[in-house]
């Protein structure tokens, strides 16, 4: 069993690089960017469906998830989506292209295997046969690729505060970078963030991202320690 003495909390930028080029070609590349790219839960990443990627006009829209248990399984929650509170995200370039590379294989398997499962089809987060994938698969391989590559153990929810400090260096605003990694209450209601805070102004932010989520390289040097430097973080 993993000691919690031996996690961290997150990687740093560096391991971020490091984890980005590690995963290159995984069969969970996309699972893994996902969760980092918009920061969310291992939960919301299972329960996005394919009908929650609009794929003619680059978006992709997370949905908070209520979690009830049937029994002492762990794949055995039953999960539901929250009305209309999901928020809105571009999508970027790189993981559109291996959400339709995921799409294309998971119409060959079902193609290819008389005995594919076919129940799950409306989601993205599925095995080879068809069947729902599960949450622990994601945490196992992250720690291969952790012990491989000689990163840190961390937990596959900590993922998602890998790139807290590059999101604030390149947000056009406090309030853009608060609403694009939920910092504030203020923002849990459904959000656009094409419509709510203007996406022109962070074209150097998307691109920023793509690049280092496509190529695990960074647009330009700066010091990432403090990820709240460019603004006065207010209680």
Do not use: H
């Not at 295997?113 to 992250?142: A, P």
């Not at 929810?157 to 890998?162: F, H």
């Amino acid at each position: 069993m993993q000691n919690l003495n031996e996690i961290k909390n997150t990687f740093d930028l560096n391991q971020t690089r490091k984890f980005l080029k590690a995963i290159k070609g995984n069969k969970f590349e996309c699972y893994f960017k996902l969760i980092m790219a918009y920061q969310i839960s291992r939960m919301e990443l299972v329960n996005i469906e394919w009908k929650d990627i609009d794929f003619e006009n680059s978006t992709i829209t997370i949905y908070p998830i209520s979690q009830k248990r049937n029994n002492r399984a762990y794949y055995s929650w039953k999960f539901e989506k929250k009305g209309n509170l999901g928020r809105t995200f571009p999508l970027f370039p790189n993981l559109k292209n291996l959400l339709l590379d995921l799409r294309k294989q998971q119409e060959l398997n079902k193609l290819t295997n008389k005995n594919y499962d076919q129940t799950n089809e409306n989601f993205i987060c599925v095995k080879d046969d068809g069947t729902r994938l599960n949450i622990n698969t994601l945490s196992r391989n992250l720690r291969y690729i952790a012990r491989d590559n000689d990163l840190p153990q961390i937990l596959l929810s900590d993922l998602s505060n890998c790139l807290d400090s590059y999101v604030c260096q390149y947000a056009d605003s406090y309030d853009f970078y608060r609403a694009w990694t939920r910092f504030d209450c203020k923002f849990k209601k459904n959000q656009n963030l094409y419509e709510n805070l203007n996406l022109r102004k962070n074209k150097k932010f998307l691109k920023a991202l793509n690049n280092l989520l496509e190529n695990a390289t960074l647009s330009r040097k700066s010091d990432f320690e403090m990820w709240g430097a460019k603004w006065e973080l207010k209680s």
